[in-house]
């Protein structure tokens, strides 16, 4: 499996954006789908985006679907999450993670060797 390492986050007015990046270490990254998911204090983690191994396939949740975008560098084994129009409810620290298990890609269940998270706080 991969070990992943998150940076990024900060303090940002609404509107404004920030660009979360996933550094992963291993020579498989390239063959998982890699996702970012988020959680906010008292709350579960959930599905932000996710990206197919080649990058052709983009799945988003709905609240952050026109306003997020999910990318990857397989050459740099990195995954980006560049965030736009950020709202309130989009403060939670993200994690990305590695799609290691079958199953619908945006259950957290299927994926594994998360990173340590990012902090992302959106102030109105």
């Known amino acids: 499996q991969v070990q992943l390492v998150e940076s990024g986050g900060g303090l940002v007015q609404a509107g404004g954006s920030l660009k979360l990046s996933c550094v992963a270490s291993?020579?498989?990254?390239?063959?998982?789908?890699m996702g970012w998911f988020r959680q906010a204090p008292g709350k579960e983690r959930e599905f932000v985006a996710t990206?197919?191994?080649?990058?052709?396939?983009?799945y988003y949740a709905g609240s952050v679907k026109g306003r997020f975008t999910i990318s990857r560098d397989n050459a740099k084994n990195t995954v980006y999450l560049q965030m736009d129009s950020l709202k309130s409810e989009g403060t939670a620290v993200y994690y990305c993670?590695?799609?290691?298990?079958?199953?619908?890609?945006?259950?957290?269940?299927?994926?594994?060797?998360w990173g340590q998270g990012t902090q992302v706080t959106v102030s109105s």
């Open positions: 291993g020579r498989t990254f390239s063959s998982y789908a």
């Open positions: 993670g590695a799609q290691v298990y079958g199953g619908n890609y945006y259950q957290t269940g299927t994926f594994g060797s």
């Open positions: 990206i197919s191994w080649s990058g052709v396939g983009r």
